[in-house]
Structure formats: C-alpha cells, structure tokens
C-alpha cells in the first residue's frame, strides 16, 4: 500500500481545493519543488501531482513547477491535469514522469487512453473522479453521465497500470476516504485502484490497512499533510510496520 502525497498546482504555487472549486483554493507553498524536497525527506516514496490549471485548459500550464519538482527529487512522480493527446503523454514521460494519469480523454477518448496503455505499459494510469456516482470532466467543472465502473471496465487488460477514484465532494474537506465505493471498484476490476479525497487522519490510515481494504493499491492524501492533522511519519510508520508484519 503505496500514500501519495499529494502536490496541485494553480498559477505555480502548490494548492488545495475544497471540493474541486477553483474559487475554493488554499495556497499551501509558494515553491513546490520545496514542498516535493520536503515530502521526499519525510519518507513517501511517490508524489502524486496535478496540473489544476491544466486539467481545465485542456493541456500543460504549470510545466515549470513540474520541471523543478523533477529536477529537484528522486522519487517517482505520477502526473494528472490536461493530458489529452499523445504528445503531451510523450513529453512527459520524456521528462521523468514516472507515469502519467488521463482523466478527461478516459470518458471522451478512449481510443487514445488504450492506445496509450499499449505504448507506454505500466505508465499510464486512468482518473476517476465521481459527483454523485457521476464521473467529472473538464477539472471537475463537467459531469459525464457514466459511471466510473462503466469507464474502468472500457480499460481492462489493455496495460493501464493504476485507476485514481476521486470523491470530488469529499475531496480537501477531510471527511474520510469513500471506502465503500472506492473498495467496490477495486473488487469489481482487476486494475490496482487508489483512493483519493478526504483522507482526514490517522484513523483513515488504519481503515486502508484493515482486510476488507486489501485490494486497495493506495491512497493520496493532501489538505490532512498540509495543516498537521496526519503526521507524515506515524502514518508511514504504520504502514511499514504492518507490511512487514504480512
């Protein structure tokens, strides 16, 4: 069970939204790369990242905070936010993107997210991010009318390595994770699903190290890091210590 700490990025500083709301951001850093260099001192061992300016402009925006944070950690980095076309996955990847996480194109253009699975295997992962069971497009401003179960269906053995499910409407409000339906879908697909949004503290911690949990491949967690209401080393010790137990 990989935790990714988790590092949004609007108008080059590190964010967190409430709820998916632009107008609902809270600057965090002003120096991402810190933010990544701090992360990495504290032990995780993958970032996850989102170009938030990206995701609603349909392509790259924060490629320089990008290009810092690679430049300045060594630890793997997947990347979500306006990946909608080849050439971007491309450059990406070329960059030092460990892998890079389609959300948009996996609803509008699947075609091109299988196609990509196949080039790039074990590099590209697939975001789900739900409103009311509803996938959302567009950095969270559109609902599709499908479910994430319908679209995480439409990628099984074509090589994606990882789905990211989103509760938009838990996500930076620290409720907790959605276990259930984050659980639901890892039982229903063989993809490895990491659960996102809401992850509140420690206690969530725990819940994703219990059994029913088991096929979880991990968690992400952000606004709870940032404001001290998870300690980054009591979690990561937690679950060290329980996989070595295992």
Do not use: C
């Not at 935790?3 to 609007?10: G, N, T, V, Y």
């Not at 070329?94 to 990509?116: L, M, S």
């Not at 996500?171 to 697909?189: H, S």
Request: glycine share 8%; no cysteine.
């Amino acid at each position: 069970m990989i935790l990714f700490p988790a590092i949004d990025l609007k108008d080059g500083n590190a964010v967190r939204l409430e709820q998916g709301d632009m107008a609902r951001a809270t600057v965090f850093n002003r120096d991402p790369a810190k933010q990544a260099h701090l992360f990495e001192a504290q032990g995780f061992e993958y970032l996850h990242l989102v170009d938030l300016d990206g995701a609603f402009a349909g392509k790259p925006v924060n490629a320089h905070a990008v290009d810092r944070i690679l430049e300045t950690i060594s630890i793997p980095v997947q990347l979500g936010g306006g990946i909608r076309d080849t050439a971007t996955v491309e450059a990406w990847l070329e960059k030092g993107v460990t892998r890079v996480i389609i959300g948009t194109a996996a609803v509008r253009d699947p075609p091109f997210v299988k196609q990509a699975a196949r080039d790039y295997p074990g590099r590209i992962a697939v975001g789900l991010d739900t409103r009311d069971g509803k996938v959302a497009v567009q950095g969270w401003a559109q609902t599709s009318e499908l479910t994430a179960l319908e679209i995480a269906k439409r990628f099984v053995d074509v090589g994606v390595s990882a789905i990211i499910y989103t509760d938009v409407s838990r996500d930076g409000m620290l409720k907790g994770l959605n276990f259930d339906a984050t659980i639901a879908l890892a039982e229903a697909v063989p993809i490895p699903v990491i659960a996102s949004g809401g992850l509140a503290s420690i206690d969530d911690i725990k819940a994703l190290l219990e059994p029913r949990a088991s096929k979880l491949a991990g968690a992400i967690a952000g606004r709870a890091l940032y404001d001290g209401r998870l300690d980054a080393a009591e979690a990561l010790r937690l679950i060290r210590s329980t996989q070595t137990a295992a």
